[in-house]
Nanobody
Framework: QVQLVESGGGSVQAGGSLKLSCAAS????????MAWYRQAPGKEREMVAT???????IYADSVKGRFTISQDNVKKTLYLQMNSLNIEDTAVYYC?????????????????WGQGTQVTVSS
């Protein structure tokens, strides 16, 4: 059973920084691509950034140059460094293993989500 557990959310003033972590159980990084999503009140969930062990990171236009996604395969942890936060970044952030890693054998199942962590940015 794969579990994804996020941490690091909180409240910060505009212009500040936060670093989210997502601890994964199992060897998920070898079979799945990973991503951060977010959902603001009244809005649909959107992809923020995605990465895999064989692909470079991809970012939503709204966070390019401010957010950095990374993963530590030894610690089995996904990170999202968020800088220059603004009010529009306020949302619940979710860690996900959302697609098979390119080249992964056996068509692995990749549809795991964490419980979410709240990020609130105030002016």
């Amino acid at each position: 059973q794969v579990q994804l557990v996020e941490s690091g959310g909180g409240s910060v003033q505009a212009g500040g920084s936060l670093k989210l972590s997502c601890a994964a159980s199992g060897n998920i990084f070898s079979t799945c691509g990973m991503a951060w999503y977010r959902q603001a009140p009244g809005k649909e969930r959107e992809m923020v950034a995605t990465i895999s062990s064989v692909e470079p990171p991809i970012y939503a236009d709204s966070v390019k140059g401010r957010f950095t996604i990374s993963q530590d395969n030894v610690k089995k942890t996904l990170y999202l460094q968020m800088n220059s936060l603004n009010i529009e970044d306020t949302a619940v952030y979710y860690c996900a293993a959302d697609r098979p890693r390119p080249g992964a054998l056996g068509s692995p199942f990749c549809g795991y989500w964490g419980q979410g962590t709240q990020v609130t940015v105030s002016s």
